[in-house]
């Protein structure tokens, strides 16, 4: 489940880069976050994705949610519905915190888009 909803070559990266002292939290975090929650059936990843791309802009953790915000090109949540889960942030966890969620997911989903061109085909 991890690697479906954050990309194998993240999974990797943050597995081979694992030690000694934080391998039992690695596979804590696989067994119980990923295994035992996200792989539920209640919700579907879409949803999942969604709650906590919010959860994780309410408590500020950036690194995180930039992660879960990439994640989403996995999860088929929309830049349209990060938008609104964005808004329910500003509403229950403040404005400061939706305001930063907003530019790190104006930077994400940018990455996503080509570069607009203008009527003439200039890329300026």
Do not use: C
């Not at 539920?40 to 919010?54: F, Q």
């Not at 939706?98 to 009527?119: C, Q, V, Y």
Request: hydrophobic share 50%; no cysteine; proline share 4%.
């Amino acid at each position: 489940m991890r690697r479906a909803v954050l990309g194998a070559e993240y999974v990797d990266r943050v597995m081979a880069a694992q030690t000694a002292f934080d391998a039992p939290f690695q596979r804590f975090v696989t067994e119980v976050a990923w295994g035992a929650v996200w792989a539920r059936e209640e919700l579907d990843l879409r949803t999942r994705s969604l709650v906590t791309i919010a959860l994780l802009a309410a408590l500020g953790r950036w690194e995180q949610l930039e992660g879960h915000l990439r994640a989403t090109r996995n999860t088929g949540a929309t830049p349209e519905e990060i938008r609104e889960a964005l808004l329910h942030v500003a509403v229950y966890a403040g404005v400061p915190a939706a305001n930063t969620a907003f530019a790190l997911a104006r930077k994400i989903l940018a990455e996503r888009e080509p570069p607009a061109n203008d009527a003439a085909g200039d890329s300026r």
